[in-house]
């Protein structure tokens, strides 16, 4: 007999309900289809736990200001008139409204269109129209723009949780601080990286669709089929063709603690040219012959490669995917519903011809290889939820082979094609959903 799964599960669910849920080499279904079970992540996960915000040279300057999104809270990150960064809620602690309705921009102060009260770009409320009207028990209140409770950057990479008992961002981090560390230096350096604009999907999918794809080596060949196929007949092979026969590829799949994992191309990919195995983009043989008309010998090949992505899918819980030289974000909506963010990067060192030709890189794979899997994400969240009696999702792909062992630095590997990245971010994922988080904000004045 098959249990009706479709009554959603209570919001303060025992650790028993989530082993049942999340077991070693499978998933219940409503993880990705129940109400309640989201409900539960906005705080647990997308709050309880360090949520990548934005790349600090977003704000280059001060008064510059872009929302960003912790789950579905929306925050304001700002640089004040000294630099400093500063990141509170876009909510108006009068009546609620947001008090910033643009995505980006410069701003010295925030004015709620409902009342008039007015924030500095630090979040500080400075200004009440009428303000006489209010007595000595409002103005004993902290009315300040809500804080998170705890905001860090690593090397430009701004984080914020709103649990005060959360580690600090380099414990949680942890051994994919090191991939993120070598993924900057493909960028020429943490000083060096320069995010620009993004390419915005929105998908009628759970979030987690979207972070299951991003450790999963196992479906380039048949969801990219068409691109493989094109790049081989026209060019005799290119990026992404050793995905091809995986199963024998030199990649490898690594699980890296609390959520976060790798697949690491690096070793097919510059095994012997990055830059040869690119499939042809607009003005690539111009760009090759200025680099080798302008560059020494021993030059030539470093700054070819600059402009192909890093060769690193690195999966950072719950959030941020480094993908080649892009840096994407996951924004959750709704149980069905999410946003995908594609930030191209340029380098501060590079001239035109280069970071030209680093977006030609980067505008390839989201343009010709995305809608393979956007359309994959879409119709796994239709089929989960058109029939619920089929209830389980399997994901025990090399989990009894032996494949996926320690390495000498304890860390988990396996095969590209393995299953472990969804094995080992859905241990994190459990974990955090069976605790009971304290969920904090400051709204006291700045010092």
């Not at 910033?100 to 979040?123: L, M, V």
């Not at 459990?430 to 969920?439: D, F, I, V």
Request: charged fraction near 25%.
């Amino acid at each position: 007999m098959v249990k009706d799964m479709n009554d959603s599960l209570p919001l303060a669910a025992s650790s028993s309900s989530w082993d049942w849920l999340i077991q070693d080499d499978r998933i219940h279904r409503t993880v990705y289809t129940d109400p309640g079970i989201f409900a539960r992540e906005m705080n647990n996960i997308f709050a309880a736990t360090w949520v990548y915000l934005l790349h600090e040279s977003e704000l280059p300057e001060p008064g510059d200001f872009r929302r960003a999104w912790m789950g579905t809270r929306e925050l304001i990150v700002t640089r004040d008139e000294a630099c400093a960064l500063h990141v509170f809620a876009n909510r108006c602690t009068h009546r609620g409204a947001t008090v910033c309705r643009e995505a980006a921009g410069k701003a010295s102060s925030f004015t709620c269109p409902y009342h008039g009260w007015k924030f500095d770009n630090r979040g500080q409320l400075f200004g009440i129209p009428g303000k006489t009207a209010y007595g000595a028990g409002f103005k004993a209140r902290d009315m300040h723009l809500a804080r998170p409770a705890q905001v860090a950057s690593y090397k430009g990479f701004v984080f914020a949780t709103l649990n005060p008992d959360a580690p600090p961002l380099e414990i949680h981090l942890g051994a994919a601080a090191r991939f993120m560390d070598e993924w900057i230096e493909h960028q020429g350096g943490a000083d060096n990286i320069v995010v620009g604009g993004a390419q915005r999907f929105h998908l009628d999918c759970n979030w987690k669709m979207v972070f299951d794809n991003a450790g999963d080596g196992y479906h380039p060949p048949f969801s990219h089929q068409s691109l493989l196929q094109m790049t081989s007949a026209r060019y005799g092979g290119g990026d992404i063709s050793y995905f091809a026969d995986a199963d024998r590829s030199r990649m490898s799949l690594y699980a890296l603690g609390n959520g976060h994992t790798l697949i690491d191309q690096r070793p097919d990919m510059y095994a012997n040219s990055a830059w040869e195995q690119q499939r042809p983009q607009p003005g690539r043989e111009v760009f090759e012959a200025h680099v080798r008309a302008t560059m020494a010998d021993e030059d030539t090949k470093r700054v070819l490669e600059s402009a192909v992505g890093a060769g690193m899918n690195l999966s950072i819980f719950p959030n941020l995917l480094l993908i080649g030289n892009q840096i994407q974000v996951i924004q959750p909506l709704n149980t069905a519903g999410t946003t995908m963010h594609w930030h191209a990067t340029r380098r501060r060192d590079a001239d035109d011809a280069l970071n030209t030709m680093r977006m030609r890189t980067q505008e390839d794979f989201p343009i010709m290889g995305e809608m393979d899997d956007a359309g994959n994400f879409e119709e796994c969240q239709r089929g989960l939820t058109s029939f619920p009696e089929d209830e389980w999702i399997d994901i025990s792909r090399h989990h009894e082979t032996g494949q996926d062992v320690a390495d000498e630095h304890g860390r988990i590997v396996g095969p590209v094609t393995s299953e472990l990245h969804l094995r080992a971010y859905y241990a994190q994922w459990k974990r955090l959903m069976a605790a009971e988080p304290t969920l904090q904000v400051n709204k006291s004045r700045i010092a």
